[in-house]
């Protein structure tokens, strides 16, 4: 899409992350100037070597190291939170909305032309493809994180009205395709014969991972772009299909079918076992909740300003990707 010589210096906050890191190898690969911002994770050596990075050490937590780190970026795209840790509930608030604040503060200090919040559809509460999301900041969402992630997208269009900083929204269907971070989670379950689902068919929008990074690219880089765009592919499927077509990808059983109790039951083990001994908590009872919620958003205006066409339109072109 761009060239090195024309292309916005961009930084990616949680560089170091799942999400973050894929876009950040897209665009290295494309030649667009990076900043990548890390914590405490280190960017993968491939990348921290590449000859258009800078990695950036910074903490959201602590305005005063946010300014170096945004300095000379004109587009900032971030994915950078706390994951897979027990009991969202006491940190989300924070991490999601406080930290992203300061972020937003050191953005408009320094004069950053453009802000990308990755979010999702779930922040408008239950939506269907006859009902579906199109950029309402109005609703009441039942899960901690989409209620948080809801408070970050105000936050943006707000603080961000009447300045020469541009706000976008990125709500993404779930990402699908070989090495993200909850589908290989899936996969090994599933090799392991552990991978269940709720027995109530619950009904998501998908998006692929060439599609995703194509998307938040045209976000990051094309002129014009403004306000919340809904990123999905073209045909509603049950998330319970779409781990059923995935396990037969892998040449595994389907995921057993649960009664909602007993996956809410495993959740709270997980978050006790994880706030017990100190470890990563890789299911919630939040996570189930948002999990429960069907969404489905409308794309009509990112396939007129972000992507005309997806390279995958359905999980059924789509499939190869987890292979």
């Known amino acids: 899409m761009t060239t090195e010589d024309t292309s916005p210096t961009v930084l990616i906050t949680g560089a170091a992350g799942n999400l973050g890191g894929m876009l950040a190898r897209h665009l290295a690969a494309a030649g667009v100037p990076l900043r990548l911002m890390t914590h405490r994770t280190p960017v993968a050596d491939d990348l921290a070597a590449s000859d258009n990075t800078t990695v950036v050490l910074a903490d959201l937590a602590r305005p005063e190291t946010l300014a170096a780190a945004v300095a000379g970026a004109e587009v900032v795209v971030h994915f950078a939170g706390v994951l897979f840790a027990p009991r969202p509930e006491k940190f989300l608030p924070e991490t999601n909305t406080r930290w992203f604040g300061n972020l937003l503060d050191a953005c408009l200090a320094e004069g950053v032309r ?3 919040l990755v979010s999702f559809p779930h922040v408008e509460g239950p939506t269907t493809i006859d009902r579906p999301a199109t950029g309402r900041l109005d609703s009441q969402p039942i899960s901690v994180h989409a209620t948080t992630r809801l408070a970050e997208e105000r936050l943006l269009m707000d603080r961000t009205d009447q300045t020469s900083t541009t706000p976008v929204v990125l ?18 379950l599933a090799r392991r014969r552990l991978l269940a689902v709720w027995r109530q068919d619950t009904w998501i929008q998908l998006i692929s991972t060439p599609d995703f990074l194509a998307a938040t690219e045209a976000a990051a880089l094309l002129p014009g772009i403004r306000g919340i765009y809904h990123v999905g592919d073209e045909q509603p499927v049950t998330l319970q299909h779409f781990l059923d077509e995935a396990c037969r990808v892998w040449g595994c059983r389907r995921p057993r079918r649960l009664p909602l109790w007993m996956i809410y039951t495993a959740a709270q083990l997980c978050e006790w076992y994880a706030r017990l001994f100190g470890t990563r908590a890789p299911l919630t009872k939040d996570f189930v909740t948002i999990g429960r919620v069907p969404y489905w958003g409308d794309t009509t205006r990112t396939r007129r300003e972000l992507l005309p066409s997806l390279k995958y339109p359905t999980l059924r072109e789509g499939l190869a990707t987890l292979e």
């Open 114 to 116: 453009r802000v990308v």
């Open 171 to 188: 709500r993404l269907g779930m990402v699908y395709g070989r090495g993200v971070l909850m589908i290989e989670a899936a996969r090994w």
